[in-house]
């Protein structure tokens, strides 16, 4: 079966300070990848998806970046966190032929202080 | 994407079948219908997906009339674990280039013991 892992599961930082969240895949290949944020008593807003290794496309322009690496792996970065960064970052993968079937990790609870 | 309406929130009785409607008038042919469940602080949980008539697996089912202009996602005798938030999205199942979810705020489902 397939498993999503989100790590770190909670995280304070400092204005200003640089982020990486790290999401990884298991138990399935060449999978969409999907970033969302929500903030709180918020929906959930697409940052970044990606349908292959290298392929990275934003959704909202902003001081974050991701990346993929390898095929079951996406981080989402940023060089300096804002207050406003702050909120409940989910990670998710789909087949690729199903978009809107999307399993999502246990998010991280980010504080920007 | 279509545009989708579902009621604020709901309260129900342990044991008691919940049925959620979702109305989308402005479905497209190729749209398919998907409900999520979202339990505070994680991230949201697909349940049922469909395209018409009736669907149904080990957690709900959903009813989609021949018009497919609404869609009711049924819950048999819930109880208080069901607490959640339920969100109906509408969209091609291959996302057809579009790979943004639209959640909208969903219904927040509240179970009375």
């Known amino acids: 079966s397939q498993t999503i892992h989100q790590w770190p599961a909670t995280l304070v930082q400092p204005v200003g300070s640089p982020l990486s969240l790290e999401c990884t895949v298991e138990?399935?290949?060449?999978?969409?990848l999907y970033w969302y944020r929500q903030a709180a008593g918020r929906g959930l807003q697409l940052l970044f998806y990606?349908?292959?290794?290298?392929?990275i496309s934003s959704e909202v322009p902003q001081n974050l970046s991701a990346s993929r690496p390898q095929d079951r792996q996406f981080i989402l970065s940023s060089k300096k966190l804002l207050l406003s960064d702050s909120g409940f970052y989910l990670c998710?993968?789909?087949?690729?032929?199903?978009?809107?079937?999307?399993?999502f990790g246990p998010g991280t609870r980010l504080t920007v202080t | 994407l279509a545009k989708t309406t579902q009621p604020i929130s709901m309260d129900s009785y342990e044991g008691q079948e919940v049925n959620i409607t979702c109305s989308h008038n402005?479905?497209?042919?190729?749209?398919?219908i998907t409900w999520y469940q979202q339990f505070p602080s994680q991230g949201p949980r697909f349940i049922i997906q469909?395209?018409?008539t009736k669907v149904t697996n080990e957690v709900a089912s959903l009813f989609i009339p021949a018009d497919r202009k609404s869609s009711t996602l049924s819950l048999p005798r819930v109880s208080l674990s069901d607490t959640a938030v339920y969100y109906c999205?509408?969209?091609?199942?291959?996302?057809?280039?579009?790979?943004?979810?639209?959640f909208g705020k969903g219904t927040k489902l509240s179970v009375i013991p």
């Open positions: 998710a993968w789909s087949y690729r032929d199903r978009v809107y079937e999307q399993y």
């Open positions: 138990g399935t290949s060449n999978p969409n």
């Open positions: 990606s349908v292959g290794i290298g392929q």
């Open positions: 402005n479905i497209a042919t190729n749209d398919y």
């Open positions: 469909g395209y018409k």
């Open positions: 999205l509408v969209g091609p199942y291959s996302g057809a280039g579009s790979y943004q979810l639209t």
